[in-house]
């Protein structure tokens, strides 16, 4: 599975658009890249998944370039609920892969008033 | 409500206890998946399930064994319990072995 680097903790205020960059030099043809949130004594909550070029949904939108080395999350006008740490990961999708997610340290995302 | 249920959702036991963790992954999702969760390690894969049989199993104690039942819910057994086993025990589900998984809300486990 790719590893994955992503800052340890961002800043920012509410109403800003905030966005997190995760690289992912050694990213293989048939991964995937998926965005987790979590609140804490939470259980991850899925955000988004993409494979190249641009995925948006209600919430966030996830930027790909062309190589797939890095990707950036992007939540728009973020509040304060979106406190939280912010995980990246890369894999494989489908029945050839066993599925499991390894998680890294992810990013600590403060939104201040 | 996410869809996958965890009970019990906090559990108070002493060291050298056997405990039993249960989840019941979303109608439908045939994989499982447990993740152990301390404030010094990070979310820390165990174990997946998928239709019942066991896929892959990631930093799972010796002490620490799963199953996956016929009707698709799971049971994470912990025994000889220390206190380092103290974490929030996570459980996930997916439909396949994608990466769409659904979260429980967790067991806290705390061992005295």
């Known amino acids: 599975l790719a590893k994955t680097t992503q800052p340890i903790s961002m800043d920012s205020y509410e109403g800003q658009e905030v966005n997190i960059t995760c690289s992912h030099n050694?990213?293989?043809?048939?991964?995937?890249i998926t965005w987790y949130q979590q609140f804490p004594s939470q259980g991850p909550r899925f955000i988004i998944q993409?494979?190249?070029t641009k995925v948006t949904n209600e919430v966030a939108s996830l930027f790909i370039p062309a190589d797939r080395k890095s990707s950036t999350l992007s939540l728009p006008r973020v509040s304060l609920s979106d406190t939280a740490v912010y995980y990246c990961?890369?894999?494989?999708?489908?029945?050839?892969?066993?599925?499991?997610?390894?998680f890294g340290q992810g990013t600590t995302l403060q939104v201040k008033p | 409500d996410s869809g996958v249920t965890q009970t019990p959702k906090h559990l108070i036991t002493a060291t050298g206890q056997r405990v039993t963790l249960r989840c019941s992954p979303r109608?439908?999702?045939?994989?499982v998946y447990w993740y152990q969760q301390s404030l010094d390690q990070g979310l820390q894969f165990l174990i997946h399930?998928?239709?019942?049989?066991?896929?892959a199993k990631g930093n799972i104690l010796e002490r620490f064994s799963a199953q996956q039942f016929p009707d698709l819910h799971s049971e994470l057994n912990l025994s000889s319990l220390e206190l380092g086993d103290s974490a929030l025990y996570f459980c996930?589900?997916?439909?396949?072995?994608?990466?769409?998984?659904?979260f429980g809300s967790g067991t806290r486990l705390t061992v005295v």
């Open positions: 109608s439908g999702d045939l994989s």
């Open positions: 399930y998928y239709n019942g049989e066991e896929r």
């Open positions: 996930a589900s997916s439909p396949e072995m994608s990466y769409g998984y659904t």
């Open positions: 050694n990213i293989a043809t048939n991964d995937y």
């Open positions: 990961l890369v894999g494989g999708r489908g029945s050839s892969n066993t599925g499991k997610l390894i």
């Open positions: 993409g494979y190249k």
